[in-house]
């Protein structure tokens, strides 16, 4: 029933936003700088960090590691907390360059747990980073969390507000075939209904492809939410939460 369910929201969410042709970095090594210069930022952001990258020649893992720190903290400014960032992204090539020969291709061929252990091991890289590496960069069947899944899918009342990661990320996995090119495009089109109408404040729900399933918008039009019969232990008894 639930499968059926995120089936048919995917539905929904494609037929009113389209295919998003995620992600949008041009190589590997540019998803995985993206993933790691977008946290807490904007993507046009980012796009202006990785346009100054280019035009320094150093979108590459030599040109990363040989960098001076401060050179490219200037460079990355418009992804704000560019200091952190900068020592974060000089780290984790300096372990691509020392364990990998500097070869990303080497580091995303590992097997996918591991690569994931690997990848939270890196300072700065959760597990939100770590997954967008995983399914955009490596084209593993995984699925990403972010605050807009979990503000959609507890509004739309299949989760508390407060989930953890590997709950909410439990709900997909438990309940929809390990299908890359689907996680692709599910997590884009969940940040396609965040960003612009599932807002935090203020949601366009007369906008909203999934307003007539959605428990929030009813009980916002002051009704009470219908029950809907969810029993969401099923993916909750799943979850491994290594937090
Ligand atoms: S109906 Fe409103 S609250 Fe519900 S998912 Fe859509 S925008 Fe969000």
């Known amino acids: 029933m639930l499968h059926q369910e995120l089936r048919e929201i995917f539905d929904d969410l494609l037929e009113h936003f389209g295919p998003q042709h995620w992600w949008p970095g041009e190589t590997p090594l540019e998803v995985v700088v993206g ?3 977008t946290q807490n930022v904007a993507w046009n952001n980012v796009e202006k960090a990785i346009n100054n990258l280019q035009g320094k020649d150093l979108l590459s893992v030599a040109g990363l590691v040989q960098v ?3 050179e490219l ?3 990355i400014i418009p992804t704000r ?33 591991e690569l994931r252990r690997l990848l939270l091991k ?13 399914l955009y960069a490596a084209d593993r069947p995984v699925f990403v969390v972010d ?22 990320q439990a709900l ?5 075939p390990a299908d890359t090119d689907l996680f692709n495009e599910y997590h884009a089109l969940i940040v396609a209904l965040g960003k612009d109408i ?22 916002e039009d002051g009704k009470q939410p219908e029950d809907n019969g969810r029993d969401n232990t099923e993916y909750y008894e799943n979850a491994e939460d290594t937090k």
């Not at 952190?84 to 061929?109: C, H, N, P, W, Y």
């Not at 605050?147 to 909410?168: H, N, P, Q, W």
């Not at 599932?198 to 009980?219: E, G, K, Q, T, V």
């Open 35 to 37: 993933a790691i210069l």
């Open 68 to 70: 001076p720190r401060e």
């Open 73 to 75: 903290a200037e460079l």
């Open 81 to 113: 907390y560019y200091n952190q960032k900068a020592t974060r992204l000089k780290g984790f090539m300096i372990m691509v360059e020392e364990e990998f020969s500097g070869e990303m291709d080497k580091l995303l061929a590992l097997e996918t747990d």
């Open 122 to 134: 890196s300072k700065g890289i959760g597990k939100e980073t770590a997954d967008s590496i995983l």
């Open 147 to 168: 605050a807009y899944t979990r503000r959609i899918f507890s509004r739309l009342g299949y989760v508390e507000e407060k989930v953890s990661y590997d709950e909410m």
């Open 172 to 176: 997909f996995t438990n309940h929809l």
């Open 198 to 219: 599932c807002r935090a404040r203020n949601p366009l729900c007369s906008d909203c492809p999934l307003n007539h399933r959605c428990s929030y918008r009813i009980a």
